[in-house]
């Protein structure tokens, strides 16, 4: 079963690799999902769900890896509503 | 044990070192285009602000808010009825075809075709799996303008020698109207419903309607330009109980309100890939088996789809089409929360305005939140929106949107040429944020205010004057 040391560890992965999007809308989205994602399912205590949903965000961590590197490499001028100077 | 990522160390791109060679380094190739810097692919889109103020006045149309250097110049997308991006799950899902997976789903000799097929298959199940269909009652087509014109051609045709009668609303999208106008030229009958003033049928109407030779009943779901939702319940019993097929039109309701086919008795139903968050270029249609539905195909050839669609299949889009599905289903429930906590915020930041109005129905188990259409009186819609370049929005539906002409759907509710003419249409998704909903709000604020004032209308509304009791001259 992962321990929630290692959640709490793809937690913070997954956020930092969603901060990562160049796109506001999906970085802004991804930023909701993952932290209702984990909010919603903090009462979990079925071992085989833990893991279950574990395995998920493993996979969604590849697949924004996959994403933000294509976002990042195709970019379009900043939206009206975001600041010009660096995220982070 | 947890499957580790092993793919995740990032090596630092190698520079090239320039030398006396003659070749160029990656990043000079696109000079034009790319950040010198971190040699990135920028593609500027210039959006110069051609509305400006008239002399001495205090307003500028300029900036929304606050100090533009400081904010980016490309506009907010609120038209997602229009289309929807592209998911990067979506996205994800569709590059295993373009780059491995690139077998024919239909060359059944080789591993390559069954690869695909697989993938094929599944994106049909994740797609009926939305609707609680049968995955092979799913036909593939270009797009629900096709399902649109295969179902309203194609049925009423199979049927010609009995049949010769047809049944659609006043406010269905252009192009089962088109269909239905060319039926009319192929001999057959067709009655448009009216709706009343927030955009709902009357049932009693539809049974006066129907007649022995009815072959098809076509009704939208969801309102492309107000979002209004039909009673697809009620219609399907009485299609059935008639023995008439009813098709509907689904493209803006598929994923975003529940539909069970089987439930709502419904027997054909067109859908949109680009309309969740899918590729843009397929859509489907679903169609009954039992009782079955038949159908005269618009294209021949191959016999793929049940003979009903030949031609081969696109993988890529079809792959894309079912993960789009299957998130739009997995995440019905929370984007729904999410879009009709924005849709309030926006209505009552627009509301707030005097003189506006809400088109579509108050009630919202028939309204989809997601679509916000107000009329603003004194003002006229298409100078609003030049007002309001830096927000991407729409006065009605995209196909209309290059003529000046009030949208035909607003006239069926009976409203009048100004109030179609003053009325915009805001499309929320799984994208918007709260941030742009804020912006759009104190923009179309302060535009509106900008804009009255140089109305004369607003100004002898203020001063009490009844404008139905003016006698215009002169044109």
Not at chain 2, 272 to 277: A, E, L, R, V
Not at chain 2, 290 to 313: A, D, F, W, Y
Not at chain 2, 343 to 352: E, I, M, P, R, V
Not at chain 2, 407 to 436: C, K, N, P, W
Request: aromatic residues 8%.
């Amino acid at each position: 079963m992962a321990n929630s040391k290692q959640v709490l560890g793809l937690y913070k992965q997954l956020l930092e690799k969603a901060y990562k999007f160049d796109n506001y809308n999906f970085r802004e989205y991804s930023k909701r999902r993952i932290h209702d994602a984990f909010k919603d399912n903090k009462g979990l205590s079925d071992p085989k769900a833990i893991d279950e949903f574990y395995n998920k965000g493993i996979d969604s961590l590849a697949l924004l890896h996959r994403q933000t590197t294509i976002s990042q490499m195709y970019t379009f001028d900043k939206l009206v509503v975001e600041p010009l100077k660096k995220h982070h | 044990m947890y499957r580790r990522l092993v793919a995740f160390s990032r090596k630092p791109l190698r520079k090239s070192t320039v030398g006396a060679s003659s070749v160029r380094p990656f990043s000079q190739t696109i000079i034009e285009t790319s950040n010198p810097v971190t040699g990135e692919l920028h593609i500027t889109t210039n959006f110069t602000n051609g509305t400006q103020p008239p002399k001495g006045s205090t307003i500028s149309l300029k900036s929304a808010k606050r100090d533009a250097t400081q904010f980016g110049t490309r506009p907010i997308y609120l038209d997602v009825q229009a289309t929807t991006p592209t998911d990067p799950r979506v996205l994800d899902k569709m590059m295993e075809f373009y780059t491995g997976l690139y077998g024919n789903p239909h060359s059944s000799t080789h591993s390559y075709g069954w690869e695909t097929d697989r993938e094929v298959e599944k994106a049909r199940e994740y797609i009926a799996d939305v609707i609680n269909a049968d995955p092979k009652e799913i036909i593939f087509t270009s797009g629900a303008t096709e399902s649109n014109n295969m179902v309203i051609k194609g049925v009423p045709r199979f049927y010609k020698n009995t049949k010769k009668h047809i049944i659609t609303t006043q406010t269905e999208h252009k192009c089962v109207l088109d269909s239905a106008r060319h039926m009319q030229d192929e001999g057959f009958e067709v009655t448009y419903l009216p709706v009343d003033s927030h955009g709902l049928i009357n049932l009693d109407d539809l049974k006066n309607a129907i007649r022995k030779d009815t072959a098809l009943v076509s009704i939208m779901a969801v309102n492309n330009e107000i979002g209004v939702i039909q009673p697809i319940k009620e219609i399907g019993e009485i299609c059935r109980k008639n023995k008439i097929f009813f098709h509907t039109d689904a493209a803006q309701a598929f994923g975003k309100i529940p539909i069970d086919v089987n439930e709502m008795k419904i027997d054909l139903l067109s859908i949109s890939s680009h309309k969740i968050y899918g590729p843009k270029g397929i859509g489907a249609v679903y169609v009954r088996r039992r009782p079955r539905v038949r159908l005269e195909p618009l294209i021949n050839g191959g016999g793929q789809e049940r003979g009903l669609r030949s031609g081969t299949l696109a993988p890529p889009l079809v792959a894309g089409f079912g993960e789009a599905a299957r998130l739009i289903k997995q995440e019905m429930e929370y984007d729904q929360k999410y879009i009709d906590r924005l849709s309030n915020k926006l209505k009552s930041g627009l509301l707030a305005i005097p003189s506006t109005q809400l088109n579509g129905s108050e009630d919202p188990n028939s309204q989809y939140p997601g679509c916000v259409n107000v009329s603003f009186a004194y003002i006229e819609g298409e100078s609003l929106l030049m007002a309001l370049k830096d927000i991407a929005l729409s006065s009605g539906s995209a196909c209309t949107s290059a003529s000046l002409e009030p949208s035909y759907v607003l006239h069926a509710l009976g409203a009048d040429d100004a109030l179609a003419h003053s009325s915009i249409r805001f499309g929320i998704g799984r994208f918007t944020t709260e941030q742009e909903v804020d912006y759009v709000i104190q923009a179309i604020n302060e535009r509106v205010e900008f804009l009255r004032k140089m109305s004369p209308l607003w100004e002898m509304v203020q001063e009490g004057i009844d404008l139905n009791s003016i006698e215009w001259s002169g044109h």
